[in-house]
């Protein structure tokens, strides 16, 4: 069984930073693309970055600069350290793995930017 379970979510400032981890099991991590995407309330799921099973990494635009994703194979986890989050940023975060034709998002975590 297939489980992706994020986690570090919460209430921050504006301009302050959290780091979301995923726990992935029941899939070979290692060949797997990850990624974070984020739906925000009315709005459509977007991606926020991904890292290839390779290691490449690609980021939104929003988020250039200030997000950075990472992976740990030995762990199967992959990270996301938020810095400098704005209030824009407020959005349920999903993890995702992707194998072509296999796709798994996990059930998301809630951040909250807001003074």
């Known amino acids: 069984q297939v489980q992706l379970v994020e986690s570090g979510g919460g209430l921050v400032q504006p301009g302050g930073s959290l780091r979301l981890s995923c726990a992935a099991s029941?899939?070979?991590?290692?060949?797997?693309?990850m990624g974070w995407y984020r739906q925000a309330p009315g709005k459509q799921r977007e991606r926020v970055a991904t890292?290839?099973?390779?290691?490449?990494?690609n980021y939104a635009d929003s988020v250039k600069g200030r997000f950075t994703i990472s992976r740990d194979n030995a762990k199967n986890t992959v990270a996301l350290q938020m810095n400098n989050l704005k209030s824009e940023d407020t959005a349920v975060y999903y993890c995702?793995?992707?194998?072509?034709?296999?796709?798994?998002w996990g059930k998301g975590t809630l951040v909250t930017v807001s003074s």
């Open positions: 029941g899939i070979g991590f290692s060949v797997y693309d």
């Open positions: 890292i290839r099973s390779g290691g490449i990494t």
């Open positions: 995702n793995a992707y194998r072509m034709p296999m796709d798994y």
